[in-house]
């Protein structure tokens, strides 16, 4: 049996369980079509990860349920841009160059 550690812990409470769920080819077919499946679970995981923490971190958001990789910003295989949403409409989006933009939906 797994021990819970810190990779158990959320990242904040502000951002929902779920979140951050490990794409997976069952239900993401096109996106691992697109990807590598080492950027899936590296680099674009770690942008979802960012995106969902600056959502969480800013005032304006309330509760992050969303963190996902954008299908209409993104260029594969090396163009990323992700998204997080919170419950009451706010957005941030990330790309691979580290441009942040935040706003509404």
């Known amino acids: 049996m797994k021990k819970a550690g810190a990779e158990d812990a959320p990242l904040h409470p502000k951002i ?4 951050l769920r490990p794409y997976d080819r069952k239900n993401w077919p096109k996106l ?15 942008l979802r990860k960012q995106a969902a923490l600056i959502a969480a971190n800013d005032r304006r ?18 163009g990323i841009e992700v998204f997080a949403d919170c419950e009451n409409g706010f957005r941030v989006r ?12």
Request: hydrophobic share 35%.
């Open 61 to 78: 958001c309330d509760v992050v349920y969303a963190a996902d990789h954008s299908n209409l910003r993104s260029i594969p295989p090396d």
């Open 32 to 46: 691992f079509e697109n990807y590598p499946e080492e950027i899936i679970h590296g680099r674009m995981m770690e």
């Open 94 to 105: 990330i790309d691979m160059r580290g441009n942040i933009m935040r706003g509404v939906k």
């Open 16 to 19: 929902a369980p779920d979140t």
